[in-house]
């Protein structure tokens, strides 16, 4: 019976939104480094995104014009409140969440309420007598919840609802933001003018004057407050800090949204000119600053982002969530990043170093790398190689153009091998009884290398002779795995063993072999096999499917299950998914 993996990018999904560890967004990865998913109306999310937040037991909850819906990571889920209730409307201004794991909402065109312990709560409060829109809410430290209405800003406590007195020393009128700062200074927005409430003050101090509709304020690890107004389409800047006659973020239309997050990086919503993120802004805004230290980037449709770009929030595990017209997006920790490497690389082939850096070779003609981080140096001594295989001396052998080189902590040593020949090598795997390699020559086959030059040793009985094989592992036990075509041999201790599709083989043309202990995995043209107890077992996906063509494969031990990055080819490209699973 054959054995199944099913796919863990469900798993890994949730994790997303799960109590385990947090991985801040790294602010020395570029935006394009970080992992990307866009969520779209294919995928259930809803459209026309105008709110995000999350509330105490990890859910995320999602406003739009369509709705309000919960996100587990996988499903967007409609709310829909309990018999006997119903939403004030299908169209969302805000949400807050709350610390004892309550949700507030307030609806376009007017309404309030509160989700909690199952229950929908509608608010009656000072915006109902005429009915005002409720722009805005924000959370103080105190547990005060504030109610940025079209006529006047209000709050809540345990008392219930109240408007503010002129001792507050807040004009009446719309409130256009609401901002709370790590020390608790609650921040206001009305039509012209920007005011802080410190914590524990009972009025208002205004700040600045003679703006324009302030869409969004957020607070840097400098202290300095940053809003967006609409002004000439557009005006990013600290407060105090006066317009300048040039934008300070290349945006053509309205930002909507500013956030900075944990890390000190600022986020701009900026509608059809996508999300910008902005790393290193501390000299901006100020006078006579060098500003050309900050590092503007931009991910647009063109990207992959669903939409145009509305809101922004920050989970608990650090990941960033776009609102968008036309979906959600989310910008999280990625464990692997790119490296940009010089111009002209490709098929590579990779050795890892023990002190965490990386080796790649190309079988072009062109230097090894090392690579350690960002940084990327070249070793001219040694180019154009086609594999690697490393003895348990901790010397490297990498093949090349009918040679190979030597290598080890002191420096690298060319052996030309038949130049006459002008044969790439394609492989190279040792002969773990006589010490010596096997060098794979193209349209030759394999010529043992002993003593520092190609001999004229016989092939061990029972390998093919005439042509080299497709594929090579020289396992942990000390047995050499290699792959003919649709055949796979074994090389231990000068004996060979051959397995064919008599054995269980089925993958066609064998590409990749990698296993550990008493299992060995055979990637092909036509798919995956699993050889254990002398048997070949064919591997398909959880529906019966198979893999096509594999090329790469990775194995991790998690518990009893196996964890498999397994590589597809797909024209130029190599696809990594991960799949977990069991034989059964």
Not at 157 to 174: F, I, K, M, S, T
């Amino acid at each position: 019976m054959a054995s199944w993996l099913r796919p863990a990018s469900r798993a890994l999904i949730a994790i997303g939104l799960s109590a385990g560890p947090a991985f801040a967004l790294d602010p020395d990865r570029s935006l394009m480094e970080l992992h990307h998913t866009a969520w779209t109306i294919e995928n259930g999310a809803p459209t026309q995104v105008t709110a995000i937040t999350q509330t105490k037991d990890g859910y995320l909850w999602v406003g739009s014009s369509l709705g309000l819906f919960r996100f587990d990571g996988v499903i967007f889920e409609r709310y829909e409140p309990p018999p006997g209730a119903r939403l004030l409307s299908d169209n969302i201004y805000a949400l807050v969440a709350t610390e004892d794991g309550g949700l507030w909402v307030s609806f376009r065109p007017f309404g309030l309420a509160l989700i909690k312990d199952g229950q929908f709560i509608v608010q009656k409060g000072p915006w109902q007598d005429p009915a005002a829109e409720i722009f805005e809410l924000a959370r103080d430290l105190d547990g005060r919840l504030w109610a940025g209405t079209a006529k006047e800003l209000v709050f809540h406590d345990a008392a219930g609802w109240h408007e503010l007195g002129p001792e507050w020393n807040l004009p009446r009128g719309r409130i256009w933001s609401l901002y709370t700062d790590r020390a608790g200074t609650l921040w206001a927005a009305t039509e012209t003018t920007i005011y802080s409430l410190r914590r524990g003050s009972t009025a208002f101090t205004p700040l600045q004057d003679g703006l324009r509709s302030i869409f969004a304020i957020a607070e840097a690890r400098d202290g300095r407050i940053w809003f967006v107004e609409d002004y000439v389409q557009n005006t990013l800047r600290p407060v105090g800090a006066p317009r300048e006659p040039h934008h300070l973020v290349p945006i053509s239309g309205i930002a909507y949204s500013v956030f900075i997050d944990r890390d000190d990086c600022m986020w701009l919503m900026a509608g059809e000119d996508g999300v910008f993120r902005i790393r290193d802004h501390a000299t901006i805004g100020r006078h006579n600053a060098d500003t050309t230290t900050a590092r503007i980037e931009q991910f647009k449709l063109s990207d992959g982002l669903s939409g145009q770009s509305q809101v922004v929030f920050e989970d608990r595990e650090g990941s960033i969530w776009v609102g968008c017209t036309g979906g959600i997006d989310r910008f999280r920790h990625n464990r692997l990043a790119s490296v940009l490497l010089p111009r002209g690389y490709s098929l590579f082939t990779l050795l890892p170093v023990d002190s965490g850096s990386l080796w790649v070779g190309t079988a072009r003609n062109l230097p090894l790398l090392r690579v350690n981080g960002d940084d990327v140096a070249q070793l001219n001594t040694i180019h154009g190689v086609t594999s690697v295989y490393r003895d348990s001396t901790g010397v490297a052998w990498w093949p090349g153009l009918s040679c190979i080189w030597r290598q080890d902590a002191s420096g690298a040593l060319f052996k030309g091998l038949r130049p006459d020949w002008n044969r790439r090598i394609w492989d190279v795997f040792p002969d773990r009884e006589s010490g010596s390699l096997w060098l794979s020559f193209d349209e030759i086959g394999l010529v043992a290398f002993e003593n520092g030059a190609l001999s004229q040793r016989a092939l061990p009985s029972g390998l093919p002779k005439g042509r080299g094989p497709s594929a090579s592992f020289p396992a942990p036990d000390g047995r050499v795995w290699i792959g003919y075509n649709d055949n796979v041999y074994v090389l231990d201790r000068g004996r060979v063993t051959a397995y064919s599709q008599k054995d269980g083989i089925d993958v066609g043309r064998v590409r990749v072999m990698r296993g550990h202990g008493s299992h060995l995995w055979v990637g092909g043209e036509l798919g995956l096999d699993l050889f254990q107890s002398g048997h070949f077992t064919s591997v398909v996906g959880e529906d019966g499917t198979s893999f096509g063509t594999v090329s790469g494969i990775v194995e991790a031990r998690s518990g009893c299950s196996s964890i498999l990055i397994i590589g597809f080819d797909s024209g130029d490209t190599t696809i990594w998914t991960g799949y977990r699973g069991t034989a059964r």
